[in-house]
């Protein structure tokens, strides 16, 4: 988890606060919420080989399949975990977002640079995670 999770800390934890400075957000409800669309988002043959690490070491998923197969069923098992096992609401708009508020959250969170990550993430990328999360 932690092949992740050290990436979800920096560019998805900068996304997710802006989620806490707009809305009345738990930061865990917020991460939950992003974090599967975030990795769905990122994913591509440059970082796909974290994503096998990923999937094999956490959820015990055959190393033998192609390595997007992996990457896609790890990123459906963390969705499930977080919003089937853990019952976790799993869309802005279970919790009362629109989409008013995305794009100056976006901007404020990209900041003056760009986000690092398993994938560099500029300002409309950021949007873009936000809406696949509504």
Known sequence: FAVVWRDVAGSGHRIEHELAAVYDMTEGLGLAILTPRWMEYCL???????YVQ??????????S???????REAIRLTAHF?????????TF??????????AQ???KAFG???????????????????????
Request: charged share 25%.
């Open 54 to 63: 990923f999937g094999t070491n956490v959820f015990g998923i055959d190393a």
């Open 82 to 90: 977080l919003f089937c096992t853990l019952g976790l609401k799993s």
């Open 112 to 134: 003056e640079g760009t986000l690092p990550g398993f994938k560099p993430l500029q300002q409309a990328d950021i949007e873009r995670i936000y809406e696949m999360c509504l």
């Open 105 to 107: 959250m976006a901007r």
């Open 44 to 50: 591509d043959e440059t970082n796909v080989q974290r």
């Open 65 to 71: 399949w192609p390595a997007m197969d992996i990457a």
């Open 93 to 102: 708009t279970e919790v009362g977002i629109g989409r008013e508020h995305l």
